[in-house]
Each structure stands twice: as structure tokens, then as C-alpha cells.
């Protein structure tokens, strides 16, 4: 049996404040905004014409460069055998899609278009180029903003559609460059919302429309010409359009431009709380009627959970209105959400609902990551570490709940490469004497003589290892 693969539809393609559009449909509604299916062959024959003419010229191809070194031992072993390959150095070219938002030239597209991208170009609908500057991005949410310079000019942009007003049913059209042929629209009806088995930050909007590698970072937009949703990946058996595509919805869309413009990141808050989705036999022994909610297994000190009173075992039912049934719908949810609001939530304790206020908030850096490089004679020399905070966690994408001293890299051919120590190992103890922060490890290792046996046991992936010392610096 053939697997299907989620394939990210920008990566796979490569080639070697003013809103513009009208709030009113283009479409007749009837006047109580009930969606009708189409009553005659007349109706049945509408075109969608009215709608992409004033929404295509708002989506744009990008376009990346980054350069493409080669190892050097390989042009080591060309030398000696005599072999022709490939330049020591190339420059590979990929193809994505984005979408206008402000008539100033901001830019959203998925950071996976944008990924290690040394140049980036933007080709407006109308065929003029420009240069564009990445302004954020994040790559668990696969959003990126960029700006490009069109003057004094005010470029076409599409509104981000803000009252979640998106039913599964409802028409969409999907505006891309699929495998680079041109704009492209594709026509579909919204299959589901919430799906949360996408990525870990999800809570995408799935789609019937056809769309393929190139489309991603292109617009997903409603009759009302406005913007639902931002492509960005498939279930395919082959690499193309089998009919199940995902977008990343309108409102995390905004949060992220918002958060762009007045931070300028993107801003991600947290619970700081870890949850697990409750299944049916759970929710028996908790006392829920049904599978719903996600549970608290663990919660950081001094987090927003914390501090709003949220224990361990309660089970998060609604965070701000929406339904929580698992932890990449609750972070998908907290992204969407200001810094500084109160995200009203309810959850079931001990039997019963009870309602919480929530702050809203980012990961702390504390303690103070206090950056520090070894060296001295000692089994560690050569090695830069860290204290570990939720807000460093977050930026190094690992778990933001680990706390201690990290290893952040490791030197080449350093005496801490020849133990082995690898970066993101967390050093728990020397020699039996525990380790608290940076500036402890740094006087234990310099207070031990170099002659006595070294004892260093590590945290790797969740694992205690006691660390084998090969090789210690020579004492001149």
C-alpha cells in the first residue's frame, strides 16, 4: 500500500496599512447571509472571474537564491582522481508564492519558501521585480512577513478576512504559481477546519482546491474576496494535488503581521504548561462525558499557567472561546492571541468547570542564558554553554521546558569533540557535585586538579550518561 507523505509545497518546487479590496461580496447574498445552493442552471453558471480579478494581482511569486558549498575533502579526492564534478560552489534557485496584505508592500508568505535564502526577489503579478527584505519569520509556525520598496506607489493587497466567519463547505479559490507554469486558480470548498495532526503549532484550514508545489505561501480566499487562509502543504501520494491541502488561517496570519509590525518578530505566547489530549478512558476516570480537552502533566514555575492557578490534572476544555482537544490546537490558539490580553479559560477540576483568566505571554529568559566559551584544562575545553530558559528553549526550538546548563556547540577538534560532548547535552553533575549554572560549571571544572579522574555525567535526550573521558589538554 502507497504511503502519503505531507510534503511543504514551496520546498519541493526548485528551478536549479491600507486595504485595497471592497468588503462587500461579489457575489448576492441573501440579506441574512445564509449560505443556499445554487437554485437554477443561471446561478449554476456564475463565474468566479469578478473575484480573482481583484484578488490575483494581490499574490506574487517569490523567488530564493542561496549558495551551495561543497565539502572540501570531496575537492581533496577530485584532485587526486582526476574527477570532474559539480563547481566547489552553485547557486540553487526555488520557487514559491505570497501574498500582499498592506498596500506598502508587506508580504506573507511560509518560512519554508524563505529558508536559507541568501537573496530573495518578488515578482508582482504585473511582471516588475523586487528586491525584498525579510522581516520575520517563524518556522513553527511557517509564517514569513516581507517588505519589499514600491515607492510612492500603493500596490493592490487583499484585507485578512478577521471575524473567523469560515464554514467547512463554504467556497474557496487557491491562487498560486503551482511548478512554476504562472498564477494559477484552483477552486474548492473548505473540507474541514482545526486539523491539528499538521505540525505542532496547527490548527489548519483543509481544502479540495488544487494545489501543488509552488502554491505555497499563496492566498486562500472566500467569495468575499478576502484572505482565508495561506497555503501551505499536502497529503500526496506523488508530490502532487490529490485533493487535501492545508492553509494556515487568516487569524494567525494577522496576529503574525500585527506582531511583525509593532515588535517586529513574530511573537509567540505560551502557557507554560505541557498537556496531553484526553482520550475516551480518561475522560471516564476524570469524570467528562466524552473525549475532550487536553490534561496538564506539567507546569513551569512561575509561567501564566502558574500564575493564573492552573494545576496539574486539570484538563483545559476552552482557551478564549475555542475548543481545546490537544496541545498543537492550544499553541495554535495562544498564537493567535495578543501579549498583554486576558485569555478567559475554561477547564475541569476535581469534577466540575471552572473559569480562569489567563495573561497572556511570552517565554522569560530566565535566568539570563549567561553565554560562556571553556577552556582550561579540563575534559569540557573547547565547548560554549548556557543556562536554559523557556524563552532560549523557544528560540533554539528544543523544549522549553528544560532547565540547567547546555551545551551550545561543541568546537572542532577540541578537547571536548574528542569526549564526545555534543550541543544540546545538558551537564548535570562533575564529579558528583551538581551543577546549577553557567558560572558553577565554569569554577568547578577551573577548582579540580587536572590529574584527578574526572566524573561527568550528561543529560542526552532525556537520558543520564556518565560521560567516558578519552583525552584531556596537555599540562606544559
Known amino acids: 500500500m502507497k504511503k502519503f507523505t505531507l510534503a511543504l509545497l514551496g520546498s519541493v518546487l526548485s528551478l536549479g496599512a491600507t486595504p485595497s479590496v471592497a468588503q462587500t461580496p461579489f457575489f448576492p447574498l441573501p440579506s441574512d447571509n445564509v449560505r443556499v445552493v445554487p437554485q437554477s442552471n443561471a446561478q449554476v453558471q456564475l463565474s468566479y472571474a469578478p473575484v480573482v480579478k481583484e484578488t490575483a494581482p494581490a499574490v506574487v511569486n517569490v523567488f530564493t537564491a542561496r549558495t551551495i558549498r561543497r565539502n572540501s575533502q570531496d575537492e581533496f579526492f577530485d584532485m587526486m ?16 508564492s505570497g501574498v500582499i496584505v498592506r498596500s506598502n508592500g508587506l508580504i506573507v508568505t511560509n518560512a519554508h519558501v524563505v529558508k536559507g535564502a541568501d537573496e530573495l526577489k518578488v515578482v508582482l503579478n504585473d511582471r516588475r521585480e523586487f528586491a525584498a527584505e525579510l522581516l520575520s519569520k517563524d518556522e513553527e509556525l511557517d509564517l514569513a512577513i516581507l517588505q519589499i520598496d514600491p515607492g510612492s506607489e500603493r500596490l493592490p493587497s487583499l484585507n485578512i478576512q478577521g471575524d473567523q466567519d469560515l464554514e467547512i463547505g463554504d467556497i474557496v479559490l487557491a491562487i498560486g504559481n503551482p511548478f512554476g507554469v504562472g498564477q494559477t486558480v484552483t477552486s474548492g470548498i473548505v473540507s474541514a477546519k482545526g486539523r491539528t495532526n499538521v505540525s505542532d503549532f496547527s490548527s489548519y484550514i483543509q481544502t479540495d482546491a488544487a494545489v501543488n508545489p509552488g502554491n505555497s505561501g499563496g492566498a486562500l480566499v472566500n467569495l468575499n474576496g478576502e484572505l482565508v487562509g495561506i497555503n501551505t502543504a499536502i497529503f500526496s501520494r506523488s508530490g502532487g494535488s490529490n ?16 506582531s511583525t509590525l509593532t515588535d517586529g518578530k513574530i ?43 492552573l494545576k496539574e490534572r486539570d484538563v483545559i476544555l476552552k482557551l478564549a472561546g475555542t475548543d481545546i482537544n490537544d496541545e498543537p490546537g492550544l499553541n495554535f490558539k495562544l498564537a493567535t492571541l495578543a501579549r498583554g490580553s486576558k485569555a478567559e479559560t475554561l477547564v475541569w477540576r476535581d469534577g466540575r468547570e471552572r473559569t480562569l483568566k489567563v495573561d497572556v505571554d511570552v517565554p522569560k529568559e530566565v535566568p539570563a542564558r549567561d553565554e560562556r566559551f571553556l577552556d582550561g584544562i579540563h575534559p569540557l575545553d573547547g565547548a560554549t554553554v548556557v543556562n536554559m530558559s523557556p524563552a532560549l528553549g523557544d528560540e533554539l526550538g528544543v523544549d522549553p ?35 546549577i549554572n553557567t558560572m558553577d560549571l565554569e569554577n568547578q571544572l577551573t577548582a579540580l586538579d587536572s590529574t584527578e579522574q574526572w566524573g561527568v555525567r550528561i543529560d542526552r535526550n532525556g537520558r543520564l550518561y556518565n560521560v567516558p573521558i578519552r583525552y584531556l589538554p596537555r599540562v606544559d
Do not use: C, H
Open 81 to 96: 582522481f582526476n574527477m570532474r564534478r559539480a563547481p566547489a560552489e552553485r547557486t540553487q534557485s526555488s520557487l514559491g
Open 243 to 258: 485533493g487535501i491541502g492545508f492553509a494556515i488561517p487568516a487569524e494567525l496570519v494577522s496576529r503574525a503581521v500585527d
Open 267 to 309: 511573537i509567540r505566547p505560551w502557557l507554560g504548561a505541557r498537556t496531553n489530549a484526553v482520550d475516551s478512558a480518561l475522560a471516564a476516570t476524570l469524570g467528562l462525558d466524552r473525549a475532550q480537552g487536553t490534561i496538564i502533566s506539567e507546569i513551569y514555575p512561575g509561567s501564566p499557567a502558574a500564575k493564573a492557578g
Open 401 to 435: 521546558y528544560l532547565s540547567g546548563v547546555m551545551i551550545l556547540s561543541v568546537a572542532r577538534r577540541s578537547v571536548a569533540s574528542y569526549n564526545r560532548f555534543r550541543p544540546g547535552d545538558i551537564v548535570v553533575d562533575i564529579n558528583d557535585t551538581e551543577i
